[in-house]
């Protein structure tokens, strides 16, 4: 049975909202992508050696990333050789089924949120300006909450100018309270606040945003670690979450500034927002292969509720959605 098939009769048997979001959100990288894919695949009429080379091309354009390309050509042809495959149309099924495993074999980590059964969880945000680092709290204070928790925010972006209302409009949008100090305070102050408003309110979760200036390095890296040694000592193991949101439009920029931030704090989890408004949603991929950091959630549009956990399968049916569709025995 082929990789489609099996990944159609998965996606018939959970057929939710969900699912039509990944579908829906990947429109612009499934025809860039698959369009491509689909083209390549009607022009040969053998799996040979100028059929991989225009299939690395394509995987490139689509923001895979170059280690992660050669990793998945490699296990292309291992696996095309193995299963003796001479008709190019068999190959989708194959390099949707090699997405999944290069994804799931970047690490052991969990993609799951590690909330705190007891006590407070506390999830630091890090991020430059302008990837959507605040509509992304307020979207995840809005799903949180819609699960039953009670979240508090913290503005610890004091440096930019407007970023404190900002937050605040979500927290009114989401019903959820913000603690914050006036602009050009001291970040650690902030957080210092918020961690004992939300042990003293016995919140659950505690969101805290953080400035995402990059034009003085080490000025702002120096700031996050002071305002993560504040929260541990506060909060002993925390924060229990290090997310760093990257804007998927960027492609290969963000990765360079995951990069940058891993190198600066232990970045637990990503967030990539506005994966809908790009052509390259294939720098999902290449973080997780080269960075080895999973991808926590993924924006797949404007609503509230467009932000979503991350799911391999589905996000490779967003990519192929025709063809799995489309598949039979």
């Known amino acids: 049975m082929s990789f489609f098939k099996k990944l159609k009769d998965k996606i018939t048997k959970q057929t939710d909202a969900v699912t039509e979001k990944f579908k829906t959100g ?33 995987l490139i354009q689509a923001d895979v990333g170059f280690d992660t390309v050669m990793k998945l050509i490699d296990e292309l042809k291992r696996e095309v050789k ?18 999944v495993d290069i994804y799931n074999s970047g690490g052991e ?58 937050l605040e409009v979500w927290g009114e949008r989401v019903g959820v309270d913000v603690i914050k100090q006036a602009e050009g305070s001291d970040p650690a102050a902030v957080m210092y606040d918020a961690i004992q408003a939300a042990k003293s309110r016995q919140v659950d979760i505690l969101i805290c945003d953080t400035a995402g200036r990059l034009q003085n390095k ?14 541990e000592r506060e909060v002993p193991g925390a924060p229990h979450e290090v997310m760093l949101v990257l804007d998927a439009t960027t492609g290969q920029n963000a990765l360079i500034q995951a990069k940058t931030f891993k190198e600066a704090t232990n970045v637990s989890g990503i967030v990539l927002s506005k994966l809908d408004g790009t052509a390259k949603g294939g720098i999902v991929l290449a973080i997780r292969n080269e960075l080895k950091i999973p991808v926590k959630f993924v924006g ?17 049916y967003g990519l192929f959605a025709d063809q799995v569709e489309e598949a039979t025995e």
Do not use: W
């Open 26 to 58: 990947l429109t612009k990288t499934r025809d860039n992508f698959s369009g491509k894919v689909n083209a390549l695949v009607a022009r040969y009429r053998k799996v040979d050696e100028e059929f991989f080379e225009e299939l690395e091309e394509i």
């Open 82 to 99: 193995l299963r003796n495959i001479q008709d190019p149309k068999e190959v989708q099924s194959v390099i949707s089924e090699k997405l």
């Open 109 to 166: 980590d969990s993609p799951e949120l590690n909330l705190q059964e007891e006590g407070l969880t506390v999830i630091l945000f890090v991020g430059v300006n302008g990837v959507g680092k605040t509509t992304t709290i307020g979207k995840l204070a809005h799903k949180l909450k819609t699960e039953g928790k009670s979240v508090l925010l913290a503005a610890g972006d004091t440096f930019r100018a407007g970023a404190i209302e900002q």
């Open 218 to 231: 080490v000025n702002l890296m120096k700031e996050l670690e002071k305002v993560k040694r504040v929260i």
């Open 300 to 316: 797949l549009g404007e609503k509230m509720d467009d932000l979503q956990a991350f799911d391999a399968e589905k996000y490779v």
